[in-house]
Structures are given as C-alpha cells and as structure tokens.
C-alpha cells in the first residue's frame, strides 16, 4: 500500500475507507469510556476512580465522540462517500477536493477530542455542554467548541458535495425516482445538516464567548438565559437524530431488499411519507427535551403533538421495512442478521420513547436511566448494528475478499445479548426511580445488582464488537476472493469489480427507463 497515495487521495472511496477507520477508532474510544462508567458503577462507592471529575470526562467523551466522531461520519462519511457514487454510475463526486478536505476536517475533530485525555484540563460538561456548568467548570470549554465547530463544518462541506452530486452526475437514464433508498435517506440527512449545524455551531460560540471573553449570553444574573443555550442545542440535536436515523434506515432496506430478494414495500410513501415527513417535522420537536424546564405551557403541549406526530413518517418507514420482509426469499447471512437486530431494537426503542412525548410521563422519567435505555435502543444501539451491518454488507465490494461468516455471525449474538441486557435492565431501574449522570448512588442501594448485571452486559457486548472488527481486518488481509457480486444484489455498485477501480467504471454506466435497484423476480 503506498501511503502517500491514501494521505493525499481524491477518490470518494479511499475518503470513505478513511471516513470508517476514523470512526471505528472513535468508536473504540467512545465505547472504552463508557466501560470505565460501567465498572465504575458496578458497585456502591468508589470503584476504579474516587474523582467525580474524571466520571464526567468518561460521560462527555462517550457522548460527544459516539455522536460527532463515529455515527455521524460513519453514515454521512463512510457510507455517503463509498455508496452513493457507485449508486448513481458516477466515476466520482463533485468535488473531490473538498471531499478530502472534509475527512482530514474529521481527522482533525477526532484529535482534538483525544486530547481529552492528555491535557491538564479536560472537559468534562458532558456532550451538551450545558451552561451555567460548562461556564464555571475549571475543564477546557474552548477544546469542546473547537471540536464541534471542526467537526460541524467537515459535515456541512460534505453536504453541500453530495446533493450537488447527486443532483447533477447520475448516470444516463437514471431518474430522480429510481434512486436507492439510502441516496435518498442520505440526502435528506444532508438537507437537516445544512440547516442546522450552523445553530449548534453558533451555540458553542457563544458558550466560549461567555467563559472566556466576558459576555453575558447564558448569564441570567446579567440579564441572559441559560435556556437560550439549551433551545439552540436542542433545535440542532434532536434533528442529529434523523440526521443519524435516515442514512441507517436506508443501510438497512439495501440489506433487507437484497437478503429477502424482494422490491422494497410501498417504496414512494417510504420516500415522501417517511424521509419527507422527518424532514418537515424534525425541527418542530426539540421542546421534548426542555418539558421540565421553564417554559409557557401551550409550548409543551404544542411540541408534545409534533413529537407525536413524526412517530406517523417513522412508522411508515417501518412499516415499509416489515412488508419488503413479507413473502421474501430470505436469507439470514451476517448482514441481515444485524438489519433485523436493528428492526426489534428500533422498535423496542421507539415503542419506549412514546411515553418520554407526554409532558406528564416525563416529569418522572425525563432524569432517569430510563431516558439513557430508550435513547440507547432507539439510535445509539440500532444505529450501530446498522453501521455494522453495512459494513459487513458492502464488505465484499470494498476488499474483494469475504469475511468469516461463522465470526461475523458469533460477534452479532454476543452483541445483540449484551445490548438488551445493559439497556432493557437500564429503562427498569429507571422506571424504579434511578437516576441519571450520578457517578454514585448509594442512596439507592437496591440497584446495584442491577448496575453489575449491565457491567456484565457491557462487557459482552464489548466482546461481540471487538470479534466483528477483528473478522473485517483479517478477511481483508486473508478473506477468500468474493467475486463482483456475492449477494446477487440488482444495485447499480455491485455492476463493477470488487475492489472498484479509480474512477469506478470504463465508461459511465447507462441504464433504462424502467430499471430499478430493487428489481428481484417474485418467487
């Protein structure tokens, strides 16, 4: 491998390899922070740390980097740079400058949140940066904002790369109608980055300003609101929900089309009920998260039926996921075995987060564990088993070789067990009335079996994600050979050789009027 070659690479896929190696190591930082959390609370008092401190420097760094260092670039960066030209027959995207840009941008975010762990003030004010806190706090502010900020614009740049090249390189014949589905789950996510980025980014600005520079934004006693910050970080965070939520959801009906062999169900209400629904209503849903704040009531309840209604465009996504599984030939490799994870997680998570859209439900729960187990079941987990399970769909495509299915499929029970173990016992105790964010909790003595059930939990499922790792990195060096096409999926990127070459193809590819991705003959 000739390094130089990667470090200043223009292709969309090596930039999309280098997307997935970034996040998967996020990833692992991400997730040995939230271990160190778990054995932290696996008993009464202090465990492997009696400094409150550094447990809000393992909760800000699980937090902030699961979210802006691996899901969101393994979804709009990985999976938009390597699919979404092979899907629409381009040889590359529109700016294959700027794209590189944005990667390193990523590399950029990723090193200044590591430093994290080596600067003699890190930050510890959680992935929200809440103020009056975040304000206060002797931990470094400025290095959380830097790190947003950096981050924030390496997804606006590649936003604004890939609608452009979607919109205006597709191959001869293709139409705006037969796209894949996750071009248009992308691209919706994409349209939510552009709008709201700029609010998050703006937010930390100011929260940087007031620590550092002596304004007054947040500053109630000087006429400011700390509100103010929490209704601009929740108007971007909760659409970085579906800007999360979309692109998994389209990884998992590209896996579930082609493993069930069928035409995706009711394709067109999929794509202007559901990825047009979310898109419409993900900015009018933010209150949620402020229900136990101050605030007018009719805001409450307002917000409360728009929570309720986006629920309609996400169940028409699933609903359109369930009927593509009916009457399939369905096959159960690897990566369908993680699509369908995410279908019984997304569900158990989005059944659960209904009670947390009523104003008087979460009253009670809105500061308990059962918030942290319905908002892992329904993004942080099933968006992960998506991530996965892509990788390992696309895997074939990417090295030319095959992975392990035996390991591959080992990895994904050991995981799907210890996920439902650490969060289905999270959401009982939190019904029970533990609370969130403590770094110790002896006054509720009760729940320390429970806490060390989720330790062991955690640890399982740490297991299961380390073997899936492991089995990519050792099919790529030592994989038997995978052929064009191994799923025998109708998709445009699977026309092309594994590994594609730069460019993708000869010549653009062309196709008819009637094609479709998704054109698999009824059994």
Not at 41 to 62: A, C, D, F
Not at 298 to 307: D, E, F, K, L, Y
Not at 376 to 404: D, E, L, Q, S
């Amino acid at each position: 491998m000739n390094l130089k070659e990667w470090l200043f690479t223009t292709d969309h896929k090596r930039v999309g390899i280098l997307y997935l190696i970034g996040s998967i190591a996020a990833f692992g930082v991400a997730g040995f922070a939230a271990l160190m959390m778990r054995i932290e609370l696996s008993q009464l008092g202090p465990t492997i740390t009696n400094n409150p401190t550094q447990y809000n420097v393992w909760l800000y760094t699980h937090g902030a980097v699961m979210i802006l260092g691996f899901q969101i670039p393994a979804l709009t960066g990985f999976f938009a740079n390597y699919c979404i030209p092979l899907m629409i027959g381009a040889k590359d995207v529109a700016f294959p400058r700027v794209n590189a840009l944005s990667v390193w941008l990523f590399y950029v975010g990723i090193f200044l949140a590591l430093l994290t762990f080596v600067v003699p003030d890190p930050p510890d004010v959680m992935w929200t940066g809440y103020p009056p806190y975040s304000t206060i706090t002797t931990g470094n502010t400025a290095l959380y904002t830097f790190t947003v900020l950096i981050l924030g614009f390496a997804s606006i740049i590649g936003g604004v790369n890939f609608l452009t090249t979607v919109a205006y390189m597709r191959a001869p014949g293709l139409k705006w109608s037969n796209l894949n589905i996750f071009v248009w789950c992308t691209l919706g996510a994409f349209v939510l980055q552009l709008i709201f980025v700029p609010v998050l980014g703006t937010a930390v600005t100011l929260l940087s300003f007031d620590k550092y520079l002596g304004t007054h934004f947040f500053d109630a006693a000087a006429g400011g609101d700390v509100l103010t910050y929490q209704n601009l970080f929740w108007f971007y965070s909760h659409p970085a929900v579906y800007v999360i939520f979309m692109p998994f959801f389209g990884v998992v009906f590209e896996i579930i089309a082609t493993f069930a062999r069928n035409r995706i169900f009711n394709l067109k209400v999929a794509l202007w009920g559901g990825i047009g629904g979310i898109v419409i209503l993900s900015g009018t849903v933010w209150v949620h998260h402020l229900y136990v704040s101050g605030m007018a009531d009719w805001i409450r309840i307002g917000q409360m039926v728009t929570t309720l209604m986006i629920s309609v465009p996400v169940g028409l996504l699933v609903i359109s996921l369930a009927g593509t599984l009916y009457k399939g030939s369905i096959t159960f490799e690897t990566p369908m075995l993680y699509a369908l994870g995410v279908l019984f997680l997304f569900l158990i998570g989005g059944l659960t987060g209904i009670p947390l859209a009523l104003t008087s439900l979460t009253l009670h729960l809105g500061e308990t564990y059962y918030v942290v187990g319905h908002f892992h079941y329904v993004m942080a987990v099933a968006g992960t088993f998506a991530i996965f399970g892509g990788v390992y769909y696309w895997f074939p495509k990417m090295t030319g070789r095959m992975y392990n299915e035996f390991w591959g499929k080992l990895g994904f029970w050991l995981t799907f067990v210890g996920v439902n173990i650490v969060f289905w016992l999270m959401m009982t105790v939190g019904v029970k009335g533990m609370p969130r964010r403590y770094y110790d909790y002896q006054h509720f003595p009760q729940f320390e079996g429970a806490h060390q059930m989720m330790t062991i939990g955690a640890l399982i499922l740490g297991v299961g994600f380390l073997i899936a790792v492991l089995n990519w990195i050792i099919g790529a060096m030592k994989g038997a050979p995978a052929g064009d096409n191994p799923w025998g999926s109708k998709s445009l990127e699977w026309t092309t050789v594994s590994p594609p070459p730069h460019g993708n193809w000869p010549s653009p590819p062309s196709v008819h009027d009637d094609w479709t991705p998704y054109d698999y003959a009824k059994s």
